[in-house]
């Protein structure tokens, strides 16, 4: 048995400062103060203890993407994400030939059983039956109609659809239907079709603002619409470009900390800095901050989770172990896994991280198991 000693412990619900975690490759005990003498002691020197984050949005990272459509490309990305405290994600597809789609899925699938990187808990279609009006970054020529026939054959992997409800409300009650998330996203609705999208059963909707018409005083949008669904929950990509920060206080007097999901939407640019960068024979422009095609769209975030959550922590309101819980607890909830991991709780897998106020890692821990360490 292991024991971290003298850490600030971020539960669900608060902060332990000074407190202890004894695990194997599961959380069995949270203590007050010190650990058993038999327990092999990590002196965390007074750093916070996080659980895993869980980024269920993210479509690239350290240079490989989803669309490669390859079980190497998404081993890679699942080992780079540890050293950005992430232990669980979602590989996510932007718009890509419905042959590269399908092999990304089969790719997921066998990724979905391996161990030793972040874990990859399913795949989250993006970027195929979305709203042209809408695309952002995503190439218009290849929008298709959903294919159910398709969709049937790798139900067993897709965690999340992107639904423009506008155009595709079946799409919803398909995924209804298979305890799929839907997620509304890339859309045009007007606020009453986004709402009539929800009765049919989204319960999420993807990067709140980006790519979906925001609120007018006379029409208040698929925005509108979500912000004001309590079952809904919104992703919120936290890296004061996609989204005013101003907004981060919006969306949390708005929708509490059970409603938002923190993620990164990240793209093959991502944990690399500033440079030009190629995927899917786009090139991909980055300052540092965000990365933009030629004419100026943005086009995925460079910005890691963990910054994210301090983003929202810092310019939100939220205590940290609110923001925290934004990129832990509720996308676990949201793919139905928080009983495993999500959060630092006895049972549960010991996924977890050690950093500093600014959450910079320290030290990222697999099943209990140091798989990353700061050099
Ligand atoms: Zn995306």
């Not at 050293?83 to 997921?108: H, N, Q, R, S, W």
């Not at 659809?161 to 079946?170: F, L, Q």
Request: net charge negative.
């Amino acid at each position: 048995m292991k024991a971290i000693v003298h850490a600030g412990i971020v539960l669900e619900d608060g902060i332990l400062e000074d407190a202890a975690v004894v695990f194997d490759d599961r959380i069995r005990q949270i203590l007050p103060d010190r650990a058993p003498d038999s327990c092999e002691i990590i002196d965390a020197g007074g750093k916070y203890l996080l659980p895993g984050l869980i980024d269920m949005h993210i479509h690239g990272y350290c240079g490989r993407e989803t669309t490669e459509a390859s079980v190497d490309a998404q081993r890679a990305m699942a080992a780079a994400l540890l050293k950005d405290g992430v232990t669980g994600f979602l590989p996510t597809l932007g718009t890509a030939p419905l042959e590269t789609i399908a092999g990304a899925l089969e790719a997921t699938r066998a990724c979905m059983r391996e161990s030793g990187g972040a874990k990859v808990h399913g795949a989250y279609v993006e970027g195929v039956f979305i709203s042209e009006k809408k695309k952002g970054a995503h190439n218009a020529a290849l929008l298709l109609a959903p294919d159910y026939g398709f969709l049937e054959r790798y139900k067993d992997v897709i965690k999340v659809v992107i639904v423009a409800p506008e155009r595709y409300p079946d799409l919803i009650d398909w995924c209804v239907e298979r305890n799929i998330v839907s997620s509304i996203g890339h859309t045009d609705a007007t606020y009453e079709q986004a709402m009539q999208g929800v009765r049919h059963g989204a319960t999420q909707a993807t990067h709140l603002f980006n790519a979906m018409r925001g609120i007018g005083h006379r029409e208040p949008g698929a925005a509108g619409a979500a912000l004001l669904s309590d079952g809904v929950r919104v992703e919120l990509i936290a890296d004061t470009v996609h989204v005013d920060r101003a907004l981060f206080k919006l969306v949390y007097k708005v929708k509490g900390a059970d409603g938002i999901v923190l993620i990164t939407d990240s793209s093959i640019a991502a944990g690399l800095g500033p440079g030009i960068y190629r995927s899917n024979e786009r090139t991909i422009y980055v300052d540092g901050t965000v990365g933009r095609l030629e004419n100026g769209t943005i086009s995925g975030s460079v910005s890691p989770l963990r910054r994210n959550v301090y983003n929202f922590h810092r310019y939100g309101g939220a205590p940290l172990w609110e923001a925290v819980r934004m990129a832990s607890l509720n996308p676990a909830r949201a793919l139905k896994i928080d009983g495993r991991v999500g959060s630092l709780r006895p049972g549960k897998c010991a996924d977890m991280f050690l950093c500093d106020a600014q959450l910079n890692v320290e030290c990222t821990f697999l099943d209990g198991e140091c798989v990353y360490r700061r050099a």
